[in-house]
Protein backbone atom coordinates (compact mmCIF):
# COMPACT_ATOMS: atom_id res chain seq x y z
CA UNK A 1 0.00 0.00 0.00
CA UNK A 2 1.46 3.65 -0.77
CA UNK A 3 1.68 5.42 1.87
CA UNK A 4 0.37 9.16 0.89
CA UNK A 5 2.93 12.12 1.09
CA UNK A 6 1.73 14.36 4.38
CA UNK A 7 0.16 17.56 3.82
CA UNK A 8 2.58 20.49 3.24
CA UNK A 9 -0.10 23.39 3.05
CA UNK A 10 -2.93 24.40 5.27
CA UNK A 11 -6.35 25.55 4.11
CA UNK A 12 -6.08 28.80 3.25
CA UNK A 13 -2.85 27.96 0.82
CA UNK A 14 -5.07 24.85 -0.75
CA UNK A 15 -7.91 27.07 -1.93
CA UNK A 16 -5.65 29.14 -3.81
CA UNK A 17 -3.61 26.96 -5.36
CA UNK A 18 -7.13 24.85 -6.29
CA UNK A 19 -8.72 28.16 -7.65
CA UNK A 20 -5.41 28.74 -9.99
CA UNK A 21 -5.25 25.00 -11.12
CA UNK A 22 -1.63 24.18 -8.83
CA UNK A 23 -3.58 22.29 -6.51
CA UNK A 24 -2.57 18.78 -7.27
CA UNK A 25 1.56 19.53 -8.49
CA UNK A 26 1.83 21.60 -4.70
CA UNK A 27 0.28 18.62 -2.96
CA UNK A 28 3.10 16.42 -4.86
CA UNK A 29 6.31 19.23 -4.60
CA UNK A 30 4.84 20.23 -1.08
CA UNK A 31 6.55 18.06 1.25
CA UNK A 32 10.00 18.06 -0.29
CA UNK A 33 10.50 21.52 -0.68
CA UNK A 34 8.99 22.71 2.86
CA UNK A 35 10.95 20.76 5.55
CA UNK A 36 11.28 20.74 9.18
CA UNK A 37 14.59 21.50 9.37
CA UNK A 38 17.43 23.90 7.71
CA UNK A 39 19.14 22.82 4.79
CA UNK A 40 23.52 23.64 5.06
CA UNK A 41 23.12 26.39 2.56
CA UNK A 42 20.25 28.52 4.12
CA UNK A 43 22.34 27.84 7.84
CA UNK A 44 25.07 29.44 5.27
CA UNK A 45 23.10 32.17 4.47
CA UNK A 46 21.64 33.13 7.94
CA UNK A 47 24.91 32.93 9.41
CA UNK A 48 27.01 35.32 7.40
CA UNK A 49 23.49 38.22 7.52
CA UNK A 50 23.96 41.36 9.13
CA UNK A 51 20.41 41.60 9.36
CA UNK A 52 16.79 39.53 10.11
CA UNK A 53 13.08 39.95 9.52
CA UNK A 54 11.21 38.73 12.19
CA UNK A 55 7.12 38.40 12.54
CA UNK A 56 4.98 38.23 15.90
CA UNK A 57 1.44 38.36 17.06
CA UNK A 58 0.18 40.32 19.50
CA UNK A 59 -2.39 39.75 22.09
CA UNK A 60 -5.36 40.26 19.67
CA UNK A 61 -3.76 38.84 16.79
CA UNK A 62 -2.87 41.36 14.66
CA UNK A 63 0.84 40.50 12.80
CA UNK A 64 3.78 42.76 13.05
CA UNK A 65 6.96 43.16 11.37
CA UNK A 66 10.60 44.13 12.09
CA UNK A 67 13.85 44.03 11.02
CA UNK A 68 17.54 43.49 13.60
CA UNK A 69 20.53 44.43 12.74
CA UNK A 70 24.28 43.75 13.99
CA UNK A 71 27.69 42.61 12.79
CA UNK A 72 27.48 39.13 10.44
CA UNK A 73 27.11 36.48 12.78
CA UNK A 74 24.07 37.97 14.64
CA UNK A 75 22.12 34.66 13.64
CA UNK A 76 24.01 31.65 14.73
CA UNK A 77 22.77 27.55 13.78
CA UNK A 78 23.98 25.47 16.54
CA UNK A 79 22.14 22.67 13.85
CA UNK A 80 19.64 22.51 11.55
CA UNK A 81 16.64 22.43 14.23
CA UNK A 82 17.85 25.34 16.11
CA UNK A 83 18.48 28.98 15.27
CA UNK A 84 20.15 31.38 17.94
CA UNK A 85 19.58 35.59 17.40
CA UNK A 86 21.71 38.01 19.01
CA UNK A 87 19.34 40.21 20.16
CA UNK A 88 17.29 41.50 22.99
CA UNK A 89 13.69 42.26 24.26
CA UNK A 90 12.78 45.68 23.05
CA UNK A 91 9.60 47.40 24.62
CA UNK A 92 10.10 49.80 21.52
CA UNK A 93 10.14 47.38 18.73
CA UNK A 94 6.22 45.15 18.15
CA UNK A 95 7.98 42.30 17.45
CA UNK A 96 10.79 41.82 20.34
CA UNK A 97 8.56 43.65 22.78
CA UNK A 98 6.02 40.58 22.02
CA UNK A 99 8.00 36.95 21.87
CA UNK A 100 7.85 35.23 24.22
CA UNK A 101 8.66 30.90 24.89
CA UNK A 102 6.18 28.89 23.04
CA UNK A 103 5.23 31.88 20.45
CA UNK A 104 5.11 31.68 16.77
CA UNK A 105 7.71 33.38 15.27
CA UNK A 106 8.31 34.03 11.55
CA UNK A 107 11.51 34.62 9.89
CA UNK A 108 12.85 35.86 6.45
CA UNK A 109 16.95 35.94 5.83
CA UNK A 110 17.20 38.73 2.94
CA UNK A 111 20.86 38.91 1.36
CA UNK A 112 19.68 41.76 -1.29
CA UNK A 113 22.69 42.26 -3.01
CA UNK A 114 22.73 38.68 -4.10
CA UNK A 115 19.08 38.00 -4.24
CA UNK A 116 19.10 34.89 -1.97
CA UNK A 117 16.47 34.28 0.50
CA UNK A 118 14.89 31.89 2.82
CA UNK A 119 12.17 31.66 5.23
CA UNK A 120 12.05 29.62 8.15
CA UNK A 121 8.62 30.00 10.59
CA UNK A 122 9.66 28.25 14.18
CA UNK A 123 8.85 28.75 17.79
CA UNK A 124 10.26 30.35 20.67
CA UNK A 125 12.11 28.47 22.29
CA UNK A 126 14.11 30.99 24.89
CA UNK A 127 13.90 35.07 24.47
CA UNK A 128 15.79 37.23 27.05
CA UNK A 129 19.24 39.02 27.45
CA UNK A 130 21.15 36.59 26.49
CA UNK A 131 19.25 36.36 22.90
CA UNK A 132 16.28 35.23 21.26
CA UNK A 133 16.48 30.88 20.26
CA UNK A 134 14.07 29.81 17.70
CA UNK A 135 13.14 26.01 16.91
CA UNK A 136 12.16 24.76 13.32
CA UNK A 137 8.95 24.46 12.42
CA UNK A 138 8.90 24.54 8.81
CA UNK A 139 12.02 26.05 6.18
CA UNK A 140 11.69 26.59 2.91
CA UNK A 141 13.82 28.79 -0.26
CA UNK A 142 12.34 31.52 -2.38
CA UNK A 143 13.38 32.72 -5.99
CA UNK A 144 15.66 35.97 -6.43
CA UNK A 145 12.61 37.51 -8.52
CA UNK A 146 11.75 41.18 -7.29
CA UNK A 147 14.54 41.97 -5.03
CA UNK A 148 15.81 45.28 -5.57
CA UNK A 149 19.37 44.59 -4.95
CA UNK A 150 21.59 46.75 -2.24
CA UNK A 151 24.24 46.26 -0.12
CA UNK A 152 25.25 47.70 2.83
CA UNK A 153 27.40 50.57 3.52
CA UNK A 154 30.79 50.38 5.61
CA UNK A 155 30.89 51.28 9.09
CA UNK A 156 33.01 53.71 8.10
CA UNK A 157 30.59 55.64 5.62
CA UNK A 158 27.78 55.72 8.03
CA UNK A 159 26.85 59.03 10.90
CA UNK A 160 26.03 57.08 13.56
CA UNK A 161 23.11 58.17 15.09
CA UNK A 162 21.10 57.42 18.22
CA UNK A 163 17.58 55.47 17.57
CA UNK A 164 15.33 57.52 19.01
CA UNK A 165 11.63 57.54 20.35
CA UNK A 166 8.99 55.30 18.57
CA UNK A 167 6.30 57.50 17.43
CA UNK A 168 2.95 55.84 17.79
CA UNK A 169 1.10 57.36 14.28
CA UNK A 170 -2.46 55.82 14.46
CA UNK A 171 -4.11 55.24 11.48
CA UNK A 172 -3.79 58.20 9.67
CA UNK A 173 -0.29 58.07 9.36
CA UNK A 174 1.79 61.27 8.31
CA UNK A 175 3.30 62.98 5.91
CA UNK A 176 6.68 61.74 6.37
CA UNK A 177 5.37 58.29 6.56
CA UNK A 178 3.23 58.85 3.25
CA UNK A 179 6.10 59.78 2.54
CA UNK A 180 8.59 56.27 2.92
CA UNK A 181 5.30 55.09 1.12
CA UNK A 182 5.35 56.84 -2.11
CA UNK A 183 9.14 56.39 -2.62
CA UNK A 184 9.60 52.23 -0.97
CA UNK A 185 10.32 49.81 -3.67
CA UNK A 186 10.49 47.10 -0.76
CA UNK A 187 8.19 46.21 2.21
CA UNK A 188 7.98 42.65 4.00
CA UNK A 189 4.29 41.04 5.21
CA UNK A 190 3.87 39.57 7.91
CA UNK A 191 1.01 37.02 8.26
CA UNK A 192 -0.69 34.16 10.61
CA UNK A 193 -2.05 31.11 9.40
CA UNK A 194 -4.71 31.21 12.53
CA UNK A 195 -8.99 31.31 11.26
CA UNK A 196 -9.69 34.36 14.13
CA UNK A 197 -7.66 35.86 16.48
CA UNK A 198 -8.58 33.84 19.69
CA UNK A 199 -6.63 31.08 17.71
CA UNK A 200 -3.51 33.07 17.06
CA UNK A 201 -1.44 31.78 19.53
CA UNK A 202 -1.51 28.28 18.40
CA UNK A 203 -0.80 28.62 14.88
CA UNK A 204 1.85 29.85 12.53
CA UNK A 205 3.57 33.09 11.67
CA UNK A 206 5.04 33.70 8.51
CA UNK A 207 7.13 36.59 7.16
CA UNK A 208 7.98 37.80 3.18
CA UNK A 209 9.53 39.62 1.11
CA UNK A 210 7.23 41.98 -1.73
CA UNK A 211 9.47 44.02 -4.69
CA UNK A 212 8.39 46.67 -7.12
CA UNK A 213 9.75 49.95 -9.07
CA UNK A 214 9.69 52.67 -6.37
CA UNK A 215 6.15 53.95 -5.53
CA UNK A 216 4.55 50.81 -6.34
CA UNK A 217 2.41 50.75 -3.29
CA UNK A 218 -0.85 53.50 -3.79
CA UNK A 219 -1.61 55.16 -1.21
CA UNK A 220 -5.43 56.47 -1.15
CA UNK A 221 -7.69 58.32 1.50
CA UNK A 222 -10.72 57.59 1.64
CA UNK A 223 -13.59 57.87 4.16
CA UNK A 224 -12.88 55.08 5.96
CA UNK A 225 -9.43 55.86 6.17
CA UNK A 226 -6.05 55.02 4.45
CA UNK A 227 -5.72 51.63 2.19
CA UNK A 228 -2.47 51.14 0.14
CA UNK A 229 -2.76 49.10 -2.66
CA UNK A 230 0.14 46.64 -4.17
CA UNK A 231 0.32 44.28 -6.53
CA UNK A 232 0.86 40.31 -6.55
CA UNK A 233 3.46 39.56 -9.34
CA UNK A 234 3.71 35.31 -10.50
CA UNK A 235 5.54 33.34 -7.44
CA UNK A 236 6.28 30.23 -6.50
CA UNK A 237 2.95 29.35 -5.99
CA UNK A 238 2.76 28.12 -2.44
CA UNK A 239 0.59 31.34 -1.78
CA UNK A 240 2.17 31.43 2.16
CA UNK A 241 0.99 34.84 2.82
CA UNK A 242 -2.21 35.23 0.60
CA UNK A 243 -3.24 31.72 1.93
CA UNK A 244 -2.56 33.09 5.06
CA UNK A 245 -4.53 36.23 4.44
CA UNK A 246 -7.55 34.18 3.25
CA UNK A 247 -7.80 32.55 6.31
CA UNK A 248 -6.83 35.46 8.96
CA UNK A 249 -7.06 38.83 7.04
CA UNK A 250 -4.23 40.95 9.28
CA UNK A 251 -1.14 41.90 8.18
CA UNK A 252 1.60 43.57 9.48
CA UNK A 253 3.28 45.81 6.66
CA UNK A 254 7.38 46.93 7.09
CA UNK A 255 8.79 49.59 5.77
CA UNK A 256 12.73 50.06 5.61
CA UNK A 257 13.94 53.75 5.10
CA UNK A 258 17.59 52.49 3.16
CA UNK A 259 18.75 55.97 3.80
CA UNK A 260 18.93 56.39 7.55
CA UNK A 261 17.78 53.13 8.88
CA UNK A 262 14.44 54.04 10.37
CA UNK A 263 11.43 51.68 10.41
CA UNK A 264 8.31 52.09 9.53
CA UNK A 265 5.49 49.23 11.07
CA UNK A 266 1.85 49.21 9.90
CA UNK A 267 -0.95 46.93 10.72
CA UNK A 268 -3.23 46.59 8.77
CA UNK A 269 -6.81 44.77 7.42
CA UNK A 270 -6.00 43.02 3.61
CA UNK A 271 -8.08 42.06 1.10
CA UNK A 272 -6.98 39.83 -2.09
CA UNK A 273 -8.19 41.30 -5.40
CA UNK A 274 -8.60 38.71 -8.99
CA UNK A 275 -10.26 41.39 -11.13
CA UNK A 276 -8.32 43.01 -13.91
CA UNK A 277 -9.20 46.42 -13.54
CA UNK A 278 -7.62 46.17 -9.48
CA UNK A 279 -4.43 44.96 -11.38
CA UNK A 280 -4.26 47.57 -13.97
CA UNK A 281 -1.51 49.85 -11.95
CA UNK A 282 0.97 47.25 -12.43
CA UNK A 283 2.35 45.16 -15.45
CA UNK A 284 2.47 41.53 -15.21
CA UNK A 285 0.38 41.53 -12.06
CA UNK A 286 -2.07 38.56 -11.42
CA UNK A 287 -3.81 39.81 -8.42
CA UNK A 288 -3.81 42.95 -6.40
CA UNK A 289 -3.66 43.53 -2.41
CA UNK A 290 -5.45 46.16 -0.35
CA UNK A 291 -4.64 47.35 2.92
CA UNK A 292 -6.84 49.28 5.38
CA UNK A 293 -4.28 50.62 7.85
CA UNK A 294 -5.50 49.80 11.00
CA UNK A 295 -2.22 51.85 13.12
CA UNK A 296 1.41 52.57 12.62
CA UNK A 297 4.73 53.26 14.65
CA UNK A 298 7.35 55.07 13.13
CA UNK A 299 10.80 54.33 14.70
CA UNK A 300 13.94 56.77 13.44
CA UNK A 301 17.07 55.59 13.51
CA UNK A 302 16.33 52.38 14.72
CA UNK A 303 19.05 50.06 12.64
CA UNK A 304 22.90 51.07 12.72
CA UNK A 305 22.90 50.39 8.90
CA UNK A 306 22.22 52.15 5.80
CA UNK A 307 22.21 50.76 2.06
CA UNK A 308 23.90 51.44 -1.36
CA UNK A 309 21.11 52.97 -3.85
CA UNK A 310 19.11 49.67 -5.37
CA UNK A 311 20.21 48.02 -8.49
CA UNK A 312 16.50 47.36 -9.97
CA UNK A 313 15.13 43.51 -10.29
CA UNK A 314 15.18 43.06 -14.27
CA UNK A 315 11.59 41.52 -13.84
CA UNK A 316 10.27 44.55 -13.62
CA UNK A 317 11.69 45.71 -16.88
CA UNK A 318 10.67 42.78 -19.05
CA UNK A 319 6.92 42.94 -17.41
CA UNK A 320 6.85 46.94 -18.92
CA UNK A 321 8.13 45.98 -21.88
CA UNK A 322 5.65 42.58 -22.62
CA UNK A 323 2.63 44.94 -21.50
CA UNK A 324 3.79 47.79 -23.91
CA UNK A 325 4.19 45.04 -26.47
CA UNK A 326 0.72 43.92 -26.86
CA UNK A 327 -0.97 47.11 -25.72
CA UNK A 328 -4.03 48.24 -28.35
Known sequence: MTVPAPEAFHAGEQALQTRVGVRERMAAAGPMLLRDHMPDQHRELFEKLPTLLLAALDATGQPWATMVAGAPGLVQTPDMRRMQVRTQPDIADPVLARLTPGSPVGVLGLEPHTRRRNRMNGRVAAFDNEGLAIDVVQSFGNCPKYIQAREPLAPSQILPLRPSAPQPLGPALDAAALALLARSDTLFIASASAARPGLAQSDGVDMSHRGGEPGFVRVAHTGGGITLSMPDYPGNQFFNTLGNLAQHPLAGLLFVDYDN???????????????????????????????KVLAGLWRPHALPLRWTAPVAAPQFRVMRERAAATAP
Open 261 to 291: GGLLHVAAEAELLWDAAACAPWPGALRALRF
